[in-house]
Structure formats: C-alpha cells, structure tokens
C-alpha cells in the first residue's frame, strides 16, 4: 500500500484538495484499506491503534457520501451520526470534519456534555448533515425530542471499546435501535474483547475487516522506559526530568483527579507552566487548557484517562505515566498520544514496589519489554539514555 495515493482510493476532488492544503500526502494503511470498502458501501470493522488515522479514514468517505445529497438537511434530523466516548474525542472528530469538509457546503453538528443545551438545540433545529455526539448527551436530546435518529443512514461507532470501559453500553445499544435499518455502520476500536466482538456481530452487516496491528501492540516506533521510584519520590523524579528541554511538550497521567491537581500545583509552584485536565473541569476549562497545551503557552498537561484517547495534539515528545494504569489496555492509550502520524515518541512510566505487578501484565499484553531506567535516585544523565541494559522491568 506503500504507493497508493489519496486519488487511488476514489476520493472526490474536492476532499482530495482539502488533504493537499492540509498537508496530508499519503495514506495510512488503515486509511489506504477502509476508505474503498466504505465507498462501496461495506460495512466495516476496524481493529486500530491509537494514531493510526482511522478518524479520516472513515470523516472522507461520510464526506463523499453525504456531498451527494442535494436537498438541505431537516431540522432535528442528521444523516450521519458518529458517537465517540468522551467530549476531547468528539471535538477532535469535529476538527477533522471541518479540515476535509470544507467547500463541500454540509452542516456539522456537536453534541457533548459539559456545555449548554441552547446552542446544540439551537444547531439541530437548523439541520445538520453530520452529528459527532456523545451518548450521554445525545439520549438527553433525544428523550427531549431535539433529535430524531431515522433518518441517519451513516453510523459510527468510535472508540467502541472505551465506550464500553465507561458504562456506555446500554446507551450505545438504545443509540443503535433508533436510527435507519437502511444504514452503512463502521465500528472502530483499539481491542476486541468478546463485548465488542458480540456487538459487532449485531450491528454490521457481512463487513470488512481490517485489522492494522495485532490486537494490544504498541505503536512500534514509542519507545518505551519505566523507573522503580518509591511513590514519595515521584514528584521529585518528575521535576527533575522536566528540567531537560528535550522535554517540549508532555503529558502525564495520573490515576485520580486529586492526584492531576496535586502535580499540576506542585509543577506550578516549581516554575513549570502546566494544566490538569479531567471529568471534574468543566467542558469549557477542559477546552481552554488543550488550546493552551496546543500552542505551546503550556508545556505539561496533566490528564486522568478521560483524556487518554480524546487527545489529539501534534508534536507531543513524552508521555510520563506517573501512576501506572491498572487496566494494561489503558497504558496502550495513554501512549499512543506520542508516536502519532509516523512520529518517533518516548514513554516513561515511573512505578513504586505497588505497581509492578502492573507493569507486568501491561509487558505481557504488549509483548515489549520497558527498558528499565534508574529510578531509585534521580538520575544524573539526560532524559532517554538506559542505564541498565534495557532489562525487562519484570526481571527486576
């Protein structure tokens, strides 16, 4: 696929423009092998990584389809709905809809909690073309009769899995029921547990399948380093670290919203612009710290894994897992923020005499084992260089 170009794949002029003035040149395998299969009218099942591309991979072929239509959209009624589990995830969907959409003349919408229903009610009543909803917010709309589902002949389900992670399930399941019989479905997801796996078999109709890397894996070229630190030493470890520039732009996860807090306050009060970004922040804080992370006025966010895969921010050079994530799925997401479109990343996991069990068992997920860096003392040399040999952190 490596010689395959946008053009190959039978994409319309102007979303072909629309790549060019953005600067995107060649297609990611999930996007060189999806985009066909949806513009002609398979369903799909996409089995992806984070940082794949998969949300262009299917954002152009809705666009195509959907340029087509020359009537106006109905008030209250999308044609294309796509659900994805958090508000960071649904806003960056949006973007990319209006980065290949534009000159096409098709009506966006959003939908998400955190913010007001005036505007969002106001939007539907308008009429859009495309929807990017989260569950939670969209059933609101829909028991209070702002939207209507049975015209939407384009579903999508995003991040299936993390939908299910947080409890969406059921929703997801009323969501499904409501709109067209007579729809094209794409279900894309990171893992496929037998959850996924069953809703699967419920909702796609003989679909293609394509599956970019084994189920799991981390994108090859993050590399990925862990230090045994004692808990109390943490925030001293992370200060220090911060203290070399070719740390430029970093997210560091913490397991709790105190905890984001806690770093956030100490980075400050250390000098280091940061920002802490979790489900307790209003949507509208959540928005202005990301816009700050963007361009660069702050240099570290801190993020509970509501964030883990909504985040899509360019140039991000270290991901630091300050609390190791008790789910080993979630410590692949978390990661994937670095690394993204091609890019080298470096990941850093700092775990106390607690966590190794769980550094165990996101090993023997990955199937890679973390070089292990100093951790017991601050180490002296820069930020990247192993001194240990790169020992398997399980062998430790």
């Keep these: ?71 106006r959209p109905q008030p209250k009624h999308p044609r294309a709905l796509v659900l994805a589990p958090t508000r960071e995830l649904a806003v960056q969907i949006g973007r990319s809809f209006d980065t290949y959409g534009r000159g096409l003349g098709l009506k966006l919408g959003m939908v998400i909690g955190g913010l007001g229903f005036g505007r969002q009610i106001e939007t539907l009543n308008r009429g859009v073309d495309i929807l990017v909803a ?146 307790n922040k209003s949507q509208n804080a959540r928005l202005q710290a990301l816009s700050r992370f963007r361009s660069g006025r702050v240099r570290v966010l801190i993020a509970t894994d509501v964030a883990a895969r909504g985040l899509d921010v360019d140039g991000i050079s270290h991901v630091v897992n300050y609390d190791v994530p008790s789910e080993p799925e979630s410590y692949v997401h978390r990661i994937g923020r670095t690394g993204r479109a091609g890019a080298a990343g470096l990941a850093l996991s700092f775990c106390d005499d607690r966590e190794r069990s769980l550094v165990r068992d996101i090993e023997r997920l990955t199937g890679t084992p973390m070089a292990v860096l100093q951790g017991q003392t601050l180490p002296r040399h820069r930020t990247g260089q192993v001194t ?9």
Excluded: C, W
């Design 1 to 71: 696929m490596s010689n395959v170009s946008f053009a190959d794949l039978g994409l319309a002029e102007p979303l072909l423009r629309a790549l060019d003035a953005a600067g995107y040149t060649v297609p990611t395998p999930i996007q060189a092998r999806t985009i066909p299969a949806l513009l002609q009218g398979r369903d799909v099942l996409g089995i992806a990584q984070t940082g794949t591309g998969k949300t262009a991979a299917f954002a152009l072929p809705v666009l195509q389809h959907l340029s087509g239509f020359r009537e």
């Design 134 to 279: 989260t569950p939670g917010r969209l059933l609101d709309l829909v028991e209070r009769g702002n939207v209507k589902l049975a015209h939407v002949t384009f579903l999508v389900l995003d991040e299936a899995d993390r939908m299910f992670d947080m409890g969406f399930i059921r929703d997801v399941r009323r969501i499904v029921a409501s709109v067209s019989k007579q729809r094209q479905t794409l279900l894309f997801s990171a893992t496929m547990p037998g959850d996924i796996s069953k809703l699967a078999s419920e909702i796609l109709k003989n679909p293609e399948k394509v599956e970019i890397a084994p189920q799991g894996r981390t994108i090859e070229k993050i590399d990925q380093r862990v230090y045994f630190v004692p808990a109390a030493a943490k925030r001293a470890l992370l200060s220090h670290l911060l203290n070399d520039e070719t740390l430029e732009r970093v997210i560091v996860f913490t397991r709790t919203k105190r905890g984001a807090n806690r770093v956030a306050e100490a980075l400050e009060d250390r000098g280091v612009r940061s920002e802490a970004i979790h489900g």
């Design 388 to 396: 240990s040999g790169g020992a398997s952190a399980v062998q430790q």
